[in-house]
């Protein structure tokens, strides 16, 4: 199961992303000059400051109406991808980690994901996780994105086969969908 570190929503997220990756470009013989981990460009979907909300299309009982996910700093993840800061909040016992990743170049079709981690303290429930993936995402504000609800560990091989049918065909005939929609 994912534990709550920064790291592995967005490392199984860059495993997608790498199996989904177009053939390499060709090689050029000027340096290539290294992506800035922030700020992010503005031209990417995702950005810091940003307001985003995730909300399952079919009640999930661990997650409330919308979790809000406001884009903090971010870094480079991959080959032009891009994570942003999680944010950690706790409630009662439960402690929240929700992070958001983008990923522009290193897949196609381009995608974005937001993630949900939730824990319990050490050694009462395993942790659970909830991701929205959405194939070729917008930043236009108040327009609801479908994409794929994932449910469970981001690292496990049926996982990333999920998500890579998903992020290959577009197809969500019979899955649970999700929606991300900017806010802010």
Request: contains cysteine; glycine residues 6%; hydrophobic residues 40%.
């Amino acid at each position: 199961m994912p534990r709550l570190h920064s790291g592995v929503p967005c490392a199984a997220l860059a495993l997608v992303s790498f199996a989904l990756a177009r053939p390499p470009a060709p090689v050029s013989p000027a340096p290539a000059s290294p992506v800035p981990a922030s700020p992010v460009p503005a031209t990417l979907v995702l950005a810091a400051r940003q307001t985003w909300t995730m909300k399952a299309d079919v009640p999930v009982a661990a997650l409330p109406g919308a979790v809000t996910f406001t884009l903090g700093a971010s870094r480079a993840v991959g080959r032009g991808g891009a994570a942003f800061q999680p944010t950690v909040t706790t409630a009662g016992p439960q402690r929240f980690q929700d992070d958001m990743f983008y990923d522009p170049e290193d897949s196609d079709p381009v995608f974005i994901a937001a993630t949900r981690l939730i824990s319990q303290p050490a050694g009462k429930v395993p942790p659970a996780s909830y991701s929205c993936l959405v194939r070729t995402p917008h930043a236009r504000l108040n327009e609801a994105q479908r994409g794929l609800l994932i449910t469970g560990d981001l690292t496990q091989p049926a996982t990333v086969r999920a998500a890579q049918l998903y992020l290959n065909s577009g197809a969500l005939t019979g899955q649970p969908t999700c929606t991300l929609t900017r806010t802010r």
